[in-house]
């Protein structure tokens, strides 16, 4: 079994509170994960001061193997000469971590790859080729049966409420290259949503495709849909045949990040018995 505990966008600066930050932490060391994983928007204007203090508190965590990738607010935004010529200069200085990496963790292949294009878009991503390359070439390494994970910011299914602007462009033939790759699961953020989308809403077949589990602002003002004013994150285990989610959610005015209901769903590759539930349910 792997464990992961994911969350996304953290977005250090104005948006970042504090609260939610102090009971994250207190939740990583409860779970006491195999793995951690941060799935973009480290910072909110991807200032030095947003990056450090964001590494100041990912280094508050348990020490176990972290996984983080940049989001579209990790490269500057109104800094025009510095997102045209060094848009990852920040990052690189501040973020000890490749904007593409490969962590192995107990039999496991989890691949980052970076979706932040800053000359292509502004809150849109991309993926390019030679990225698949380097993510197929990680995951041919894994041991047999060992779970595959790829980590990206940017969603490949828009969540049911259609919010969160487009998916990646070219979203089907990666998802395609990403089954070919045999990967189990792959993390998202970027929406601020919670909810399990799959590669089979994309790409018809009669087996399980790979399941695409978003999480929302962990640590931000900035939920949306029903999560506003609400903070989350997930753990999640990969078993030898499903795969559970457990989402965790924080009220404004709460203390904790407390457990929502339970999801499993199954491994890519498996016969297909029930649908992805989409959104998780949440309580009032």
């Known amino acids: 079994m792997l464990t992961i505990l994911h969350a996304s966008d953290l977005q250090f600066g104005k948006p970042f509170r504090p609260r939610a930050g102090e009971a994250f932490r207190n939740l990583a060391f409860d779970v006491m994960p195999h793995l951690i994983v941060v799935s973009g928007d480290l910072t909110q204007r991807a200032k030095p001061r947003e990056f450090k203090a964001a590494w100041d508190f990912l280094q508050r965590l348990p020490t176990v193997p972290l996984v983080v990738t940049p989001g579209n607010h990790d490269v500057p935004l109104y800094r025009i000469w510095e997102r045209a010529v060094t848009p990852f200069w920040r990052w690189r200085h501040h973020i000890p971590r490749d904007v593409d990496s490969v962590v192995r963790v107990a039999g496991s292949m989890i691949v980052g790859l970076n979706s932040a294009s800053p000359y292509r878009a502004i809150v849109n991503g991309r993926i390019q080729r030679h990225q698949l390359t380097f993510a197929r070439k990680a995951f041919d390494e894994t ?16 969540p049911p409420d259609g919010e969160g602007g487009a998916p990646l462009p070219g979203g089907r033939k990666i998802l395609q290259k ?4 045999q990967v189990d699961v792959v993390l998202s953020g970027h929406i601020h949503q919670t909810f399990i989308a ?6 018809p077949g009669d087996r399980a495709g790979v399941p695409l589990i978003h999480t929302g602002t962990t640590t931000s003002r900035r939920g949306r849909g029903p999560e506003h004013r609400k903070n989350s994150c997930n753990i999640v285990k990969v078993l030898e045949d499903t795969i559970e989610v457990t989402p965790h959610f924080f009220e404004s005015r709460g203390s904790a990040f407390e457990p929502g209901e339970m999801v499993s769903v199954p491994r890519p590759g498996t016969p297909m018995k029930t649908a992805y539930p989409g959104t998780f349910p949440q309580e009032d």
């Open 198 to 203: 799959s590669s089979r809403d994309v790409i």
């Open 178 to 181: 990403i089954e070919d790759m």
């Open 143 to 158: 041991p047999p049966g060992g779970p595959r994970v790829l980590v990206v910011h940017h969603h490949f299914v828009s």
